[in-house]
């Protein structure tokens, strides 16, 4: 078996390279508006997003894990801080008693929706208005292939 690694080319690595930076600065620059702006932070956001798209606001906790591609002893410490500022509740899971449930509580609701329009915003003049209408359609088709590639390929 060869160990020896397919090196980047030139091209592939400068893409790659501009492909991190771009998404390093775009994150960051977002997390501190967001935090400047608001009463959350970008991981906060973040789990709130993830709570506000699932069904009746709940997620089991190791489903939000998956769907963030966080740590689990991460999203722990986040939901924790989140439940101190009742901006979430843990439920214990029904089902088999071993999981819970995170659930959006009317002040996390209340939170994303002060929040979302400076994020919305913040996305609009950093992102959308850098590219033309053709660019974002190719972003987003590039996007999609490699989420599916992901999706597709074990940890």
């Known amino acids: 078996m060869n160990n020896t690694p397919q090196w980047l080319s030139p091209e592939e690595y400068a893409a790659w390279r501009e492909f991190i930076r771009m998404q390093e600065k775009l994150v960051g620059r ?4 967001m935090q400047a702006e608001s009463s959350l932070s970008a991981a906060d956001f973040v789990v709130l997003v993830e ?5 009746e606001g709940r997620l089991r906790f190791m489903d939000l894990v998956k769907a963030v591609e966080w740590e689990k002893s991460r999203m722990s410490h986040q939901i924790t801080r989140m439940t101190k500022r009742g901006l979430v509740v843990r439920e ?3 089902d ?6 995170i659930v959006i509580t009317p002040a996390g609701r209340e939170a994303i929706a002060a929040a979302a329009p400076r994020h919305v915003e ?3 003049r950093l992102f959308i208005e850098a590219l033309t209408p053709e660019e974002l ?6 996007s999609r292939r490699v989420l599916e590639r992901l999706e597709e390929m074990p940890c």
Not at 30 to 33: A, D, F, I, V
Not at 51 to 55: D, F, R
Not at 137 to 142: F, G, I, K, Q, Y
């Open 30 to 33: 977002l997390s501190r508006l």
């Open 51 to 55: 709570l506000t798209e699932a069904p």
């Open 92 to 94: 214990e899971c029904a």
């Open 96 to 101: 088999d008693g071993r999981g819970a449930f």
């Open 122 to 124: 913040a996305v609009r």
């Open 137 to 142: 359609d190719s972003v987003a088709h590039v």
